[in-house]
């Protein structure tokens, strides 16, 4: 039986994704992930579904290179599913995903923000030391923002959204509906 849209007979496998991953993204969620990897069948194309309001975006960086490494050295075609809400670290995990391989549910949204940081910095010793303890914080927000910005890169890579566009709208928290997402070339496909 075919949904109203006909998707189901289109993409039948996404039906019952092999991973299927819920709740924050952290290092419990990454546990999961690899027990669900290693018991997923090891032919044809592994289908992978998240829901998450977001969480640690390492984390997500793993699981994403878990997927490229799944890809390269395999051959396997990796799907990705998102399921109501791919906020925050949810989309760093599906910009691992080609974007012909990325599909959402039906009135799913996908969230994109900068990344964040919270610290204090502490200055305590002699002057000649602290414009190193200064400088070590400005590299970590720099390398920071490369890193960011290699995952907007590679969430947009395929897509009509420009980098210009998706740094414009970021530092707000860019809410996009899934048949935005489908229209802007972000996902393949709603179902």
Same mark, same amino acid.
């Given at each position: 039986?075919?949904n109203q849209?006909?998707k189901?007979?289109?993409?039948? @496998?996404?039906?019952n994704p092999?991973?299927q991953?819920?709740?924050p993204?952290d +290092?419990?969620?990454y546990?999961?992930?690899k027990? *669900?990897?290693?018991d997923a069948?090891? &032919?044809g194309? @592994?289908?992978?579904?998240i829901?998450?309001?977001?969480?640690?975006?390492?984390?997500?960086?793993?699981?994403g290179?878990?997927?490229?490494?799944?890809?390269?050295?395999t051959?396997?075609?990796t799907?990705?599913?998102?399921k109501?809400?791919v906020?925050?670290a949810?989309?760093?995990?599906m910009?691992?995903?080609?974007?012909?391989s990325?599909?959402?549910?039906r009135?799913s949204?996908i969230?994109i923000?900068?990344r964040?940081?919270?610290?204090?910095? *502490?200055?305590?010793?002699?002057?000649?030391?602290? =414009?190193?303890?200064?400088k070590?914080?400005?590299? &970590?927000? &720099?390398?920071?923002?490369?890193i *960011?910005?290699?995952?907007?890169e590679?969430l947009?890579r395929?897509?009509q959204?420009?980098? $210009? +566009?998706?740094? =414009?709208?970021?530092?707000?928290?860019?809410?996009? =509906?899934? $048949?935005e997402?489908k229209?802007?070339?972000?996902?393949?496909?709603?179902?």
């Amino acid at each position: 039986m075919t949904n109203q849209n006909g998707k189901a007979t289109q993409y039948p @496998l996404l039906a019952n994704p092999h991973v299927q991953l819920h709740g924050p993204v952290d +290092e419990a969620m990454y546990t999961s992930f690899k027990a *669900q990897v290693i018991d997923a069948p090891t &032919e044809g194309p @592994l289908v992978v579904s998240i829901t998450t309001l977001g969480g640690d975006p390492e984390m997500a960086r793993a699981m994403g290179d878990g997927i490229r490494l799944i890809r390269e050295y395999t051959g396997r075609d990796t799907l990705f599913l998102g399921k109501v809400a791919v906020y925050s670290a949810g989309a760093t995990f599906m910009s691992a995903f080609p974007v012909d391989s990325r599909f959402l549910t039906r009135g799913s949204r996908i969230m994109i923000h900068e990344r964040q940081m919270q610290s204090t910095i *502490q200055l305590n010793g002699p002057l000649n030391t602290l =414009e190193y303890t200064l400088k070590a914080k400005l590299h &970590e927000i &720099e390398d920071s923002i490369r890193i *960011q910005n290699e995952g907007f890169e590679a969430l947009i890579r395929g897509s009509q959204v420009s980098m $210009d +566009e998706l740094l =414009e709208k970021a530092p707000s928290n860019w809410y996009i =509906e899934a $048949d935005e997402a489908k229209r802007l070339g972000l996902v393949l496909d709603v179902i």
